[in-house]
């Protein structure tokens, strides 16, 4: 299928970026990409799309993404992602981690203009449920909201020190 057709019918190839064993897999489903994370063909993690908690579609589960490009080339891959919800702008940097085997790091920033009712990227991972990688969005808007996290083997987690303001992980 070529590049029009597939713009015509919506439908968009997958993108995958690869770490070691970890596999990030952008699908697009809807009017968004979404993405699952396997490791040695084993789900660990698959991003929540559609309203965060409260239901406010203008605040999302995890980013929308929009757009998704490969970028870096074969000696550092990665992707970029692009987004938007009601008036906030979303972008994210997923890079192998240079640190970590089988790792995949994670940046975010949202532009918001007015306050967050939730921010921050929601995944859904077999046996522990919903995990929550909340972004610090209290401060008065508009401003540039970031947050960072990893996606590997043992699922979504913090770096050691994270330096974003952002809380740990959280589990409800």
Known sequence: MDAATRERTGTRPPLTLAAGDLAVTFEWIGDRWRH???HRGRLVAESVEGPGPGGDPRWPASPPCQEVTAAGGAARP???AVGAAGRSHFAASLAVDDGLA???L?????RVREPAAWLGSTYAVP???TVRVAADAAAAPPRTVCWTYRLG???VTRPPAATDGTAPPRRP
Do not use: I, S, W
């Open 106 to 110: 994670v940046e975010v920033a949202c």
């Open 36 to 38: 699952r994370v396997t």
């Open 102 to 104: 089988d790792t995949v």
């Open 78 to 80: 990665a992707l970029l």
């Open 153 to 155: 083997p043992a699922g």
């Open 127 to 129: 046996g522990e449920g």
